[in-house]
Every structure is written in C-alpha cells, then in structure tokens.
C-alpha cells in the first residue's frame, strides 16, 4: 500500500473519511496494513466511521488493481487510549511505524501524517497547504490537542527498527 499508485488512495480515503461524530487525527500506512489515531463520539460511531473508511480504501485499491473481493484480512484493532502518556507512545508509534518495521525513511515518513504534525521536538514542518492539504482533521480533545505534550515532544529517534 506504500507504492507510488496506491498510497494516494489510502490518502484520499482517510480524508474523506472524517465527520463530525468520527475523526481521523493521524495514520501512517504499511506494506500491508495501516495504523490509525481516531477520535469518535462513541463506539457506534467509531464503528461507523472505520467501515466507511475500509470500505472506500478497499473499493480505490480493488479498482487501481483490477480486481474484486475483500482487501482486508482481519477487522480493526482498537485501543482506547484514556492518559497523556498514552497519547504519546500512540502517537511515536504511529508516526514512526515504518522505523519499526525496517524502512528506511527520511526524517518524516512520506506514507503518513507526520509531514502534518505540529509536535515535533527537533523539526516544524513547513508544509504549503495549499499545495498540500491535510489528509487528517485537527483534534478536538484535551488528550490528543495538548495533554500529551505534558510527556515532551516527539524525536524523530525514539523509536528504533528491527535490523
């Protein structure tokens, strides 16, 4: 799903995926699977939103593959995440995810939101939003807006690959 073709589909997906009752906040997306940071008024509506959005990415990847049936092997994982620390690792994992599995990266991972984000301890990214406008939409609670960065801002570093 990292391929030149098929990760603007995975893009455009996540995109149009967030409503008022399910946002997509980050995401960074592998080989073969994508990691998500939502926020969703309730479990219905995370339900909801995640269908949608599975829904829309599989029929984008079926058609630019000419192919048909399903795309994803297994159902979502979730994990609500209730502390300012746990906001945090969620967020290194997630922005950081292809360290973790051995790619080798420029300092912000192409195949996810962090050219978007605004934490970075060592790097503010200057992204041209008119040129490139987020794929995710800004959170709306205290945790994933400011209650992490109680823990410190992230480094490009924190998290290693598996070599």
């Given at each position: 799903?990292?391929?030149?073709?098929?990760?603007?589909?995975?893009?455009?997906?996540?995109?149009?995926?967030?409503?008022?009752?399910?946002?997509?906040?980050?995401?960074?997306?592998?080989?073969?699977?994508?990691?998500?940071v939502a926020e969703a008024h309730d479990k219905d509506a995370l339900s909801s939103g995640m269908r949608g959005l599975m829904i829309r990415a599989a029929r984008a990847l079926n058609r630019a593959c000419?192919?048909?049936?399903?795309?994803?092997?297994?159902?979502?994982?979730?994990?609500?995440?209730?502390?300012?620390?746990?906001?945090?690792?969620?967020?290194?994992y997630v922005l950081l995810n292809a360290r973790k599995h051995g790619r080798e990266v420029a300092a912000l991972d192409p195949c996810s939101s962090a050219r978007w984000f605004d934490g970075w301890r060592d790097h503010s990214p200057v992204v041209?939003?008119?040129?490139?406008?987020?794929?995710?939409?800004?959170?709306?609670?205290?945790?994933?807006?400011?209650?992490?960065?109680?823990?410190?801002?992230?480094r490009f570093d924190e998290v290693r690959s598996r070599t």
């Open positions: 799903m990292r391929r030149a073709r098929l990760y603007p589909l995975i893009e455009a997906a996540i995109a149009a995926s967030s409503r008022s009752d399910f946002r997509l906040v980050h995401f960074s997306v592998q080989g073969d699977h994508v990691h998500l000419e192919r048909s049936g399903p795309v994803w092997a297994d159902r979502y994982h979730c994990r609500e995440l209730r502390t300012p620390r746990e906001v945090r690792r969620a967020l290194a041209d939003l008119a040129v490139d406008p987020p794929a995710v939409v800004a959170s709306r609670t205290w945790l994933l807006d400011a209650g992490w960065r109680r823990h410190g801002l992230l």
